[in-house]
């Protein structure tokens, strides 16, 4: 994505050199093709003298010094170090936007919160806190998990863009912005991983803490609205109340901040489908490479299967999105250190955990 976006420019000899020179103690230089693999660019094969993860860092500074990014990719039994005629220094963000979006969000989900309560009244919006409150906390942490990340591993991100949009959650979610790209596949793991981590250790207790302080009672005759089901929100419910609900005629009645942990939850599966720039795709990526498109089409037919069988015609509007935007991967700089052990049992665990929240059947409505 980043490299396509990448200006190009006639290739100077005497650039080439010194950047040969730049790299001399770190790189073995078997060969070098000019404009190559695009104009402006220059391929360097060999192999590195040092691990490319502990050099990386000295390597895109002598380039920078250039006027050039590197990029690292394999190339059959050889590695290429690709020298792309750009340094990524993108201007600041106006917080402003990030901030009236924020303020937006927070009315919208007070109203969401809000109507849910009895004899409600526009003055008394106030009355949805609960839900606001424990909404953006998780959608919160869930996007300053990927900021803070981000900044840990030096890479150039906004502030979270909440969306406020009328909804039954009054928010459509919250999303940063990389600014350049992720240096390697591992920093790539963190940045994908840390949003969907942060975000769960604030759902699950929002959502037992609301399923604790929710009454269980009769459902009604005719004419009312089930929320779906995952894994976990099914064992929760089991966890809470001894028995699976609905059942016999009863079901737990949600209040506000039960609401809240089923939302995070069911956003939090929508973010992990291991598919493009979503948090799943980031974490398919780094384990396999560009294996991971091969799953594009998979999931597509998959979903579309899933709306059909179930009739849960609200896919149609994520199915479009994923066609839309779901081919685009994030491509680490250097694609060629793998992740180590600690970071491979994280990026299976997230996978899990798509398992384990994904909600096939968001809403059902019943007797209509």
Not at 51 to 57: F, L, R
Not at 179 to 187: C, D, G, L, S, T
Not at 289 to 298: D, E, G, M, S, V
Request: hydrophobic share 55%.
């Amino acid at each position: 994505m980043w490299l396509d976006d990448a200006a190009s420019r006639p290739v100077d000899l005497d650039l080439v050199e010194a950047l040969r020179q730049a790299t001399a103690d770190l790189f073995e230089l078997t060969d070098t093709t000019l404009d190559f693999p695009k104009a402006g660019q220059v391929r360097f094969r060999g192999a590195f003298r040092v691990d490319p993860a502990g050099c990386y860092d000295e390597l895109r500074r002598r380039f920078e010094r250039l006027g050039f990014t590197p990029v690292i990719r394999a190339d059959h039994s050889q590695t290429a170090l690709i020298a792309i005629p750009v340094v990524f220094d993108p201007a600041p963000s106006r917080w402003i936007v990030n901030l009236v979006l924020f303020v937006l969000t927070i009315v919208s989900t007070l109203f969401v919160g809000a109507i849910s309560e009895p004899n409600f009244v526009w003055p008394e919006i106030w009355r949805g806190w609960p839900f606001s409150l424990s909404i953006l906390l998780i959608l919160g942490a869930h996007e300053l998990g990927h900021y803070f990340a981000a900044r840990y591993h030096k890479v150039a991100v906004t502030l979270p863009y909440f969306i406020p949009i009328p909804t039954i959650i009054g928010t459509m979610g919250a999303f940063i912005q990389l600014k350049a790209p992720v240096k390697n596949r591992r920093a790539l793991l963190d940045i994908g991983a840390a949003g969907p981590l942060a975000g769960l250790l604030f759902a699950v207790p929002i959502l037992f803490i609301g399923l604790m302080t929710s009454p269980v009672g009769p459902l009604p005759p005719a004419g009312y609205t089930l929320e779906g089901n995952s894994i976990l929100y099914a064992l929760a419910k089991i966890i809470v109340f001894g028995r699976f609900l609905p059942a016999g005629g009863v079901d737990v009645q949600l209040n506000q901040v039960a609401w809240a942990g089923w939302a995070g939850l069911f956003v939090t599966g929508l973010n992990l489908i291991p598919i493009g720039q979503l948090d799943g795709g980031h974490v398919a990526y780094v384990l396999f490479a560009n294996k991971a498109r091969r799953l594009y089409w998979p999931l597509i037919g998959g979903l579309v299967l899933l709306a059909v069988l179930t009739q849960t015609w609200s896919w149609t509007l994520w199915i479009f999105l994923l066609f839309i935007f779901g081919r685009v991967y994030a491509e680490p700089l250097d694609d060629v250190t793998p992740l180590d052990p600690r970071r491979r049992v994280v990026a299976i665990v997230a996978l899990i955990l798509f398992l384990l929240v994904f909600v096939p059947i968001p809403l059902r409505v019943v007797g209509l």
